[in-house]
């Protein structure tokens, strides 16, 4: 066993206050994967002359133009790619990801015929392991014990500016969120942008979550060491999303990604993912969302 704990605060924790303090939507199992698990488990790889991890993941990794790219796994219900986009070049070399060619249920079942029927029937777990009541709101206030006090009060406005109530405080509130408002617009409203500034968030209607541009930067890249200007490629935005086709241009060192339709809730401090068919170009975390 490993004793990471100070990392993880330092890198996961840390950062997970920061964002929301900041007004971001942070997705921490990216900054944990990328920051955390491989460097801890290639070090003690180190220690032991060990070539190479393995990891349960469900991707598949190959070597191709002397890149190891990334793919998504055989399970596509299962794959976690979105959230392994954060790995280098060095990571991939030195990883196996047994379970890519495989069926999340032929997993089990091997574990059954292995003679592991509890873990066989192990359930699914999607919570952030370090907030194991998926209460991340109690999370920041048990880390800031005066933060409810300090953002209170906070006033909710329409894009024309128009006040129409009151918030518990900016932090407690996601792009594209509608329950737990507490308020009555006589209309479905929804979190369409946070302003940490001045402790305001924005409602509207539906249509208003919609843009079809954002920008995008701390890029990795993966399957080209550098980013193809004007490559199209079908970009995810969160976990559980299918996927749009979109057109990247450079910019700097951060990208402009155009969708060819638009795409609803782009949220500031989540990952988004490029897609080549099934490869992972590469992913990066999203800055801002544009009309």
């Keep these: 066993m490993l004793d990471i704990r100070d990392e993880f605060g330092d890198h996961v924790i840390n950062n997970f206050v920061e964002e929301y303090m900041a007004g971001r939507t942070p997705n921490p199992c990216v900054l944990c994967n990328t920051h955390i698990k491989w460097s801890a488990l290639l070090k003690r790889a180190d220690a032991l002359n060990c070539d190479f991890i393995a990891t349960g993941h469900y991707v598949k990794v190959r070597e191709e133009n002397n890149r190891f790219v990334m793919s998504k796994a055989k399970d596509l219900t299962k794959d ?77 406005v329409l894009a024309d500016g128009s006040i129409v109530g009151k918030h518990k405080g900016y932090p407690f ?9 507490d308020i009555a617009l006589g209309k479905p409203v929804f979190v369409t942008k946070i302003i940490p500034e001045t402790n305001t968030i924005v409602l509207g209607e539906a249509h208003e979550l919609q843009q079809s541009e954002m920008i995008v930067g701390g890029l990795n890249m993966i399957k080209y060491d550098t980013m193809p200007d004007g490559i199209e490629a079908t970009t995810k935005i ?19 990604v155009s969708f060819d339709h638009v795409v609803n809730s782009i949220a500031p401090g989540q990952s988004a993912v490029f897609y080549d068919g099934d490869d992972v170009i590469g992913g990066g975390i999203i800055r801002k969302g544009l009309n």
């Excluded at 790995?87 to 999340?104: A, M, N, V």
């Excluded at 976990?239 to 402009?256: L, N, P, Q």
């Design 173 to 181: 509130y996601t792009i594209g969120q509608r329950k737990g408002l």
């Design 238 to 256: 969160r976990y559980k999303d299918a996927g749009s086709m979109s057109r990247i241009h450079t910019e700097g060192d951060t990208v402009r």
């Design 80 to 156: 976690q790619s979105y959230v392994l986009w954060g790995l280098g070049q060095d990571c991939l070399s030195r990883s196996i990801y047994p379970l890519g060619d495989y069926l999340k249920t032929e997993i089990r079942q091997i574990a059954l015929d292995m003679g592991y029927p509890e873990l066989s029937k192990k359930a699914e777990s999607y919570e952030i392991c370090f907030v194991p009541d998926n209460d991340y709101r109690g999370f920041l206030k048990r880390q800031i014990p005066t933060l409810e006090a300090e953002v209170a009060g906070g006033n909710f």
